[in-house]
């Protein structure tokens, strides 16, 4: 037993000090770590790493829950598995008498150039050359780099991200390695937001505790609003009476109300009905979408399988799936126009008041949501990548907040936004603001208001064209790991892909539509059935096609032509723009009856009331989710579809609670304290779909947005 103890101090201060390995161990690809830090000038942390040694030289339990919980080597590296997490959770839950730390290591291979001469951008390596080959780092960026791992470290808190990497690289640079001898040199590299203690998000502070209160606050107000609500309609059953004022006032949060109208559907224009259905699809598409990206951003397992996918045509529908944002932008710009010039007809409208109304009806919802992120989303869970993956935005949120509020976030501190996928918002209230002066030149000198909107959309398509070209940047966006891992700081996402300048074919192409849509309101007019299948048949050529397209723009074969990416990033949302209004037309007024059947379904009314809301709390289940990945994980597309099907029911549920607690009872409460004169909304015959809310939601009408 003796004997025993004595090999085993001998083997970890081998490990440690001596820096010599079994021949396995010297096989692999990269060193494994030390057991702790044996040389560092932070005497705390010194003396701490050798308790740590100490102790598990006399099989002490915690000393072995710390080296159980690292990481003893890395494993698929050549399938482009870069993460090798250790135990995350045994490592912060150690009973050791300091507190322990996690980190992650970033090793990495300085890999010479093979001296093989293969194409470096083919996918397929020779079985019986180098391992060289596979191990350094091509300039295809859809390929994982394999000359680097994240390794899982358990050491005592103590020891500062400077200590562990001074350490280590010195331990690098005395290791014991065969690799060495093909002149590989291994650098490593720490970062804040790879290390996490046990204690950091145990901390509640004053704004955690204040969204709890509210939380409380607003869900009390809904049981107690519900009751009242109750209590007067049983006796109004027995004794019918007119809603005061007040009492409008007190049953604004009733969920049973506001329940009741989520399947309400006021439009007597039939030919609106398929936006229902299309809305909502969309918003389908993009969730799934959304969770395939934050996969990938986390530990994948297979990473190969994924660098084939960037190759494939069928892949497109994911990775060119910011076209479905798109389609939100054509809805927005179709109803903005089809409402407002209703509107119109009857009444003058007052623009600052129907802006007011927008923002007051948007934002309530928006910043509760703002607040969750900035607040509680950060003790939802807890994971290696928690604060690289879900740590940004609760700390950008916090920061940032007041920018989302006001809009203009897609702007301003772009690479510290709150919330990435909020860029949305401040573009589509950007064009709603144009929107309502070209509405109203519209329906003043309809000529020259269309003329206007025309050389909008020609603007609108040479800004991206002219940027592409001026930057030498893609066609497109590319969803590569590069991207996925850090949206907020990648050059196109700043450059094009957020910006309102940038994306706005898509909403006045849409504007363009509800023109259509308003000229048609009252005609009855319908496409004969060769025109309905030849206007379809077209619509889906552009959109299969601008779809598809981006197989092309990811062939990394296809050489750069700086003329054809800008004339792409200029036409491919026209392009997809068109194909969309050519598929409403023709639901609309085609005769394509199963079309139409499909997105007029009755179930689709009140899930395009909660959109929004679904729109705003989705990413926070996907970011937790990859966050909390404790190892890599498969991925296909069947695990894709799956979560994202779970995202959706996740999503909804919010988004329901949302809508019962915020969004439908702040509605009520603005609607009676701006306009107190009407006791009801004034129903329009053509058709109450909204254009206050968001791209994404509807719940009222223009009409009640402004002083009439």
Known sequence: MIGLKIGFALLVLCSNFAFSYSENEALQIFPPLPV???????????????????????????????????????????????????????????????????????LTADVPHPKDDRDPLSLYFDPFASVMNRLYK???????????????????????????????????????????????????????????????????????????????????????????????????????????????????????????????????NPALAILYGMRTICIFAIIIDHRFGTFISSAVLNFNYLEEQYRSAIACVLFHGDLFVDSFFILSGLLVVYSLLNQMERHRMNPAFVILMRYVRLTPVYAFVIFYYATIFNHSGAGPLWKLVAGGDWRDCRENWWANLLYINNYYNVDHTCMTHSWYLPCDFHYFIIAIFLVALIKKREKIGLAGLLVLTIVSLAIPFAITMIYQRPGLM??????????????????????????????????????????????????????????????????????????????????????????????????????????????????????????????????????????????????????????PRQITYFDVISLGLSDIVLAFTTALALYLMIEAPFRKLFREIMMPSRNSPVKVPTGRLSVDENMINHNNNVQEDSRL
């Open 36 to 106: 702790s830090v044996a040389k560092s000038s932070n005497p705390v942390c010194k003396e701490h790493s050798d308790l740590y040694v100490d102790n598990l030289n006399n099989f002490t339990l915690w000393a072995h829950e710390m080296w159980d919980a690292t990481s003893k080597s890395s494993s698929g590296v050549l399938r482009g598995s870069v993460f090798h997490m250790g135990h995350f959770e045994q490592c912060l839950s150690a009973r050791a008498p300091f507190p322990t730390q996690y980190c992650l290591a970033t």
């Open 138 to 268: 091509y300039e295809d960026k859809s390929q994982q780099s394999r000359n680097m791992v994240n390794v899982g470290w358990c050491i005592p808190s103590s020891c500062s991200v400077l200590d562990l990497e001074e350490y280590l690289n010195s331990y690098l640079s005395e290791v014991d390695n065969s690799f060495k001898k093909q002149n590989v040199s291994y650098k490593a590299k720490f970062s804040e937001v790879f290390c996490q203690t046990n204690a950091e998000n145990d901390y509640f502070d004053v704004a955690d505790i204040c969204f709890c209160f509210l939380a409380i606050l607003l869900i009390a107000c809904v049981i107690l609003a519900t009751a009242y609500d109750y209590t007067k309609t049983e006796a109004s059953e027995e004794k019918p009476f007119k809603k005061s004022r007040s009492s409008k006032l007190l049953t604004a949060f009733s969920a049973r109300a506001n329940f009741l109208e989520l399947s309400k559907s006021d439009d007597s």
């Open 478 to 631: 590319h969803f590569y790991p590069e991207f996925l891992t850090g949206p907020k700081v990648y050059i196109d996402f700043q450059l094009t892909y957020n910006k309102t300048h940038t994306r706005a074919t898509p909403y006045f192409i849409g504007m363009f539509i509800g023109y259509l849509y308003y000229q048609l309101k009252e005609t009855n007019k319908h496409v004969c059935r060769v025109k309905s299948f030849l206007i379809i048949a077209v619509s889906f050529v552009l959109m299969l096609g601008t779809l598809f397209s981006a197989r092309v723009f990811y062939d990394p074969y296809h050489q750069y032509n700086a003329l054809e990416s800008a004339s792409y990033a200029s036409l491919h949302r026209l392009s997809w723009a068109v194909g969309t209004g050519g598929l409403l037309y023709t639901a609309s007024f085609g005769h394509f009856g199963f079309l139409k059947v499909v997105l007029s379904w009755s179930p689709w009314i009140p899930l395009s009331k909660l959109v929004y809301g679904a729109y705003l709390c989705h990413m926070s289940f996907q970011l937790r989710g990859a966050a909390k990945f404790m190892s």
